[in-house]
């Protein structure tokens, strides 16, 4: 993989854990760090998504813009389990 180098200092419980998940995977450290960072931030974009999604119904906007948020939603998902309705719903909204 061509990528940057970067130094990182963690505490020993958390290179421990990283340690662990490596050697049950039989993946390198670098990928397995690599791993979590990638889904991390993902996850935070989806949460980031989905407030943007929430906002906008407590408004009660109807127009494209809710769409096109519920599409970017959508786009940094995972499995979809539920749909637009059961997710509102659930919050509140």
């Known amino acids: 993989m061509g990528g940057r180098p970067l130094t990182v200092y963690l505490e020993r419980e958390v290179f421990s854990l990283l340690e662990r998940k490596a050697k049950e995977t039989g993946q390198s450290l670098s990928k397995v760090v690599r791993a979590a960072l990638l889904e991390h931030l993902k996850d935070e974009k989806r949460r980031q998504a989905r407030q943007k999604l929430l906002e906008m ?24 389990t539920r749909n637009f309705e059961e997710l509102f719903l659930e919050n509140g909204a």
């Open 57 to 80: 119904v407590k408004a009660r906007k109807k127009d494209e813009a809710i769409w096109e948020a519920w599409r970017e939603y959508e786009r940094t998902g995972r499995e979809a």
